[in-house]
């Protein structure tokens, strides 16, 4: 195909999803010159399967994303049409915001959001190749034959790439929700050397809400109490009028007709060759594996205020259209329902996220960088959080500055970017609370003082919301010490107080700090005895004054397992090293380290298969200088 050199930017990203929504805006806010390429203007941060955002470790994502200077928390903030705290009988490290996004409005509004952001020019058109000098990344090509050069390019192409949808026995090459697919950009990260291997996601049947019989089912509201994913977003925002989700259930017949189609299942006949996701399993495999199960629930959640379309939630499948038909009309409540669009499963191309840096710069070509799904993700939430981490990095690139690292002990965002590009993934990745050995430090409710700080110094965040950090951070070091001076004394109102609760009286006074660090003492109690502090606090000052007072201990056995880990960390090792000349390290921990090439002793102690053994003999050739580079 015949070439013409178009425009030159600093970054160019491919891709419009929840990754490179992200990634644009954070390469332009830090004042590069950013061109944001995408297949369809009309699928710009599509959400094409479960229409929310957040949940159990994904919503502290967001909140990390928003103390970043991102948009996801600020674009569902300004579209959901329900909200709702999960896990609120458990501990801070654990609860979780989700929210029901307006699908339709979703999307408009970071389109909107996109085409207004200085610096940021927003086009349609597919990326067929990347333009490699010496091995570094200079541009890419389009399917029209546009060259457009840049210093630094984020590939985010989701599960376009190569994408092929498959329902029952019908099978064709497209994106997600019927979009085009990306062919030829995967063929050429083939031919640059590149590792892809085949991922498989699906998504459920949607249905006429207009013919949904709501008397069989449980209402699922949203939450009265004020809450948002972004820092940003005041309380009074909070909508009044949200709409109800309503759960129902598969049953006994519901399971047969799976049970007797399932030689027409994709999932079981051989059709499907990619991998699915452990944790977001299709209808057909949960009956399969789960046969003791009488019944599976479902959510129906509505995808918008201006439609009727209704996402029958855990109902994923790639059963034939008829047979999803009379799945659906054995469940309670949809008995009549219409489908609007059949469920589907998509295979698609992932790069194998070992050959990526911690920075997501590829360790294959210099210059590029790789975000989202296309990275072996799963979800809105776990892309956008890669894409942020990617802009920012190709906009340091450019600058020539210090890379970007979010380390473990940072943000959820950083456990996801070490798994992958320390360990690779064999399934679709998704973010758990399990998957963070420091979850009570990173938390939903202290994002903004885990990262707005570094927001601010990358140019992301405002002045004046940097200013109100402060005053906040002030607000909660201030009252923390004045709990450790003031003091609670026996006096009959607290005695009286503790009976009540059923416990031992006070024998003498005690600090307000151990005061409220009793499980039956709230900080509304430990004022009505010592007074409130001389200033009105905020609600999420007060927030983080009693989690901190009351975690404390385990807060701080966390901070030292963290300094530890620093120490480690901050061991580097050198480039392509020669590990053959490493006498004494097992076999298979040579094997994985030349295959990952970690950056730090503290990484490489993290690769399955590299035992501490190995970690102390490579530390020893380190600190000796002994060590070979290859070539």
């Known amino acids: 195909m015949k070439t013409y050199d178009s425009k030159t930017y600093d970054v160019i990203i491919v891709g419009a999803g929840h990754a490179g929504s ?3 805006l954070a390469a332009a806010r830090m004042g590069q010159k950013t061109l944001l390429l995408t297949i369809n203007l009309d699928m710009v941060a599509f959400m094409p399967c479960n229409p929310s955002v957040g949940g159990p470790a994904k919503g502290t994502v967001v909140r990390e994303i928003d103390a970043l200077g991102g948009q996801m928390g600020k674009n569902i903030d300004a579209t959901y049409i329900q909200m709702r705290m999960l896990n609120t009988g458990k501990g801070p490290a654990v609860r979780a915001l989700r929210a029901q996004a307006d699908k339709g409005q979703y999307h408009r509004v970071m389109k909107d959001t996109l085409e207004n952001e200085a610096n940021l020019t927003l086009r349609q058109g597919i990326a067929d190749a990347l333009i490699v000098e010496d091995g570094v ?8 034959g546009a060259r457009y050069l840049a210093d630094a390019v984020v590939l985010t192409a989701g599960t376009a790439s190569r994408g092929k949808i498959i329902i029952g026995e019908l099978m064709y090459s497209s994106g997600p929700n019927n979009s085009i697919p990306s062919i030829k950009l995967s063929e050429n990260l083939e031919t640059l050397g590149f590792k892809l291997r085949r991922f498989k996601t699906g998504t459920p049947p949607r249905v006429d809400g207009n013919t949904i019989d709501y008397s069989k089912t449980e209402e699922q509201p949203g939450d009265t109490t004020p809450n948002a994913f972004s820092y940003e977003t005041p309380d009074a925002a909070y909508l009044t009028d949200q709409l109800s989700c309503w759960m129902t259930y598969t049953n ?15 999932m079981f006949s051989g059709v499907i060759e990619g991998v699915g996701p452990r944790y977001c399993p299709s ?47 054995s469940v309670a409540g949809l008995e009549h329902a219409e489908m609007m669009r059949p469920g589907y499963a998509i295979e698609y191309d992932v790069v194998e996220p070992w050959q990526l840096k911690a920075t997501l710069e590829t360790k294959v070509i210099e210059n590029l960088y790789t975000a989202g799904q296309m990275n072996g993700t799963s979800g809105y939430e776990e892309a956008a959080g890669q894409g942020i981490v990617a802009g920012i990095n190709a906009a340091l ?35 758990l609370t399990s998957r963070a050995e420091y979850r009570l430090m990173l938390r939903h409710d202290n994002a903004d ?31 923390l010490a004045r709990l450790e001076n003031v003091r609670v004394k026996p006096t009959p109102e607290v005695q009286a107080f503790l009976a009540e609760k059923q416990v031992a009286p006070l024998k003498d006074g005690v600090l307000g700090v151990d005061f409220l660090k009793r499980p039956e003492v709230t900080y509304a109690d430990l004022v009505r005895f010592v007074g409130a502090a001389p200033t009105a606090l905020d609600h999420r000052v ?3 004054v009693e989690i901190q007072v009351k975690y404390a201990g385990y807060i701080r056995k966390e901070e030292a397992k ?12 050198p480039d392509r090293i020669d590990y053959s000349a490493i006498n004494g390290l097992a076999t298979e921990a040579r094997q994985k380290l030349e295959k990952i090439q970690p950056e730090t002793l503290a990484q490489a102690s993290r690769i399955s298969g590299v035992n501490p053994a190995d970690i102390g003999i490579l530390s020893v050739y380190i600190q000796q200088g002994k060590i070979a580079k290859v070539g």
């Open 22 to 24: 992200e990634a644009a």
């Open 137 to 144: 990344c200079k541009g890419v090509i389009t399917n029209t």
């Open 252 to 266: 006994a017949t519901t399971h047969q007709i799976i049970r007797d189609n399932l030689d027409r299942a994709p």
């Open 283 to 329: 209808i057909e495999d949960k009956i399969v594996r789960f046969a003791d199960k009488p019944r599976h629930q479902l959510f129906l959640e509505p995808e918008g205020r201006d439609t009727e379309e209704y996402y029958v939630g855990d109902f994923s499948t790639s059963m034939p259209e008829e047979v999803q038909q009379k799945m659906l009309h």
């Open 397 to 431: 690139k450019v600058q020539g500055k210090a890379p970007f690292i979010l380390k473990r002990s940072d943000a959820y965002i950083g456990v996801m970017i070490d798994d992958l590009v320390t360990k690779g993934t064999n399934e679709p990745y998704r973010l």
């Open 449 to 479: 003082l885990r990262l707005t700080q570094q927001g601010y110094e990358f140019g992301l965040i405002s002045e004046d919301r940097y200013q109100n950090f402060l005053t906040k951070k002030a607000a909660i070091d201030a009252e």
């Open 542 to 544: 007060i927030e983080q």
């Open 562 to 573: 963290i300094a530890k880990l620093k120490r480690l960390e901050a061991k580097k090792i």
